[in-house]
Each structure stands twice: as structure tokens, then as C-alpha cells.
């Protein structure tokens, strides 16, 4: 069985994450997002409520399992079976900081597991969940980069941020 991983963030999960998982889901029989907590990075959602809001917006892929983990990605696969590990690219800065990041995991793997990239669809090019935060902070649109299921939580959670 082929394992994949895609991680991220999260926070929240856009459209453009969605994208690259959708199409990343037929190369694999198993995908694994795998929902990332850095203990360095400040999150508007918590660990459990980016792994609920991922779950709510994949639940219709039948070949996805969403997992939390912190540490190293490679860690994180063996434990998993994945060899595996997608990354979507938007830009050329993308690229060079991805490839870095793959040689890095294939030489920690001892040479098992190789990076897949998979391109960001045109309309997804800018999209990044910093960006979906900052319009949700000043109450803009947010259909267009965020799935239907879950924008009521994010209004929801900029309206609280910005009381504080």
C-alpha cells in the first residue's frame, strides 16, 4: 500500500490546501494530513480545533486519515508506514525552501521516502491561511478562500481575537 503524507498547519485549512489534497489523494491509497503543532508558532486555532476543521472539510475523500504530530516529519512517517511526503508549491521562494526540506527528510530517511510537489491551481496561487486571517480580521470575504463548512468558525474566532 502506498502512504503519503501531506502536513501543514492549518490554521485554518483554505481552499488551496484542499486543492492539493484533493489531487494528492488519487496518487496514493492512503493519504495522511498530517495537522503540524510547533510549539514556536502561535496558532488563532488550537491543535484539536485545526485537526476538527480539516477533518470537517475532507470528509468526503474516502482515502484520508487526519492525524496530528510535532517533531520530525520523518519521524512522524516511519511510525506511519508513509514513504511518501507531498508539498504544494506556489511560487519560486516555494520551491527553493521545499527542495531544501526534501533533501533534508530523504537524507535523515537514509534515502526512503521521496517528496512529491504538486503545483497550486491558478486560482490558489496567493492563497496561504495568513492571508485568510487578515481578511478575517477586517470581516472580508472569505468564500473564496475558505470551504463553506467551516467560515462561520473562523468569523466566529477573528471576532474573539479582536476583542482581546
Known amino acids: 500500500?502506498?502512504?503519503?503524507?501531506y502536513a501543514g498547519s492549518f490554521d485554518p485549512i483554505t481552499k488551496g490546501h484542499q486543492d492539493v489534497i484533493k489531487r494528492a489523494s488519487k496518487l496514493c491509497d492512503k493519504?495522511?494530513?498530517?495537522?503540524?503543532?510547533?510549539?514556536?508558532?502561535?496558532?488563532?486555532?488550537?491543535?484539536?480545533?485545526r485537526k476538527e476543521l480539516t477533518e470537517k472539510v475532507l470528509e468526503d475523500i474516502p482515502n484520508i486519515e487526519v492525524l496530528?504530530?510535532?517533531?520530525?516529519?520523518?519521524?512522524?512517517?516511519?511510525k506511519n508506514g508513509a514513504e511518501l511526503v507531498i508539498r504544494g508549491l506556489r511560487a519560486v521562494?516555494?520551491?527553493e525552501y521545499e527542495l531544501a526540506l526534501a533533501y533534508g527528510n530523504q537524507e535523515i530517511a537514509d534515502g526512503e521516502i521521496e517528496t512529491?510537489?504538486?503545483?497550486?491551481?491558478?486560482?490558489?496561487?496567493?492563497?496561504s491561511?495568513?492571508?485568510?486571517?487578515?481578511?478575517?480580521?477586517?470581516?472580508?470575504?472569505?468564500e473564496k478562500f475558505l470551504d463553506e463548512k467551516i467560515i462561520s468558525q473562523v468569523r466566529e474566532r477573528a471576532k474573539l481575537l479582536n476583542r482581546e
Request: proline content about 2%; charged content about 25%; overall charge negative.
Open 68 to 78: 496530528d504530530f510535532s517533531g520530525l516529519l520523518v519521524t512522524f512517517m516511519e
Open 116 to 127: 512529491i510537489f504538486i503545483p497550486a491551481s491558478k486560482e490558489y496561487l496567493y492563497l
Open 129 to 142: 491561511s495568513s492571508v485568510v486571517r487578515e481578511v478575517a480580521t477586517y470581516d472580508g470575504k472569505l
Open 93 to 95: 521562494s516555494d520551491y
Open 31 to 49: 493519504l495522511i494530513v498530517a495537522v503540524l503543532n510547533n510549539k514556536n508558532k502561535k496558532y488563532w486555532f488550537s491543535l484539536e480545533e
Open 1 to 5: 500500500m502506498k502512504v503519503a503524507v
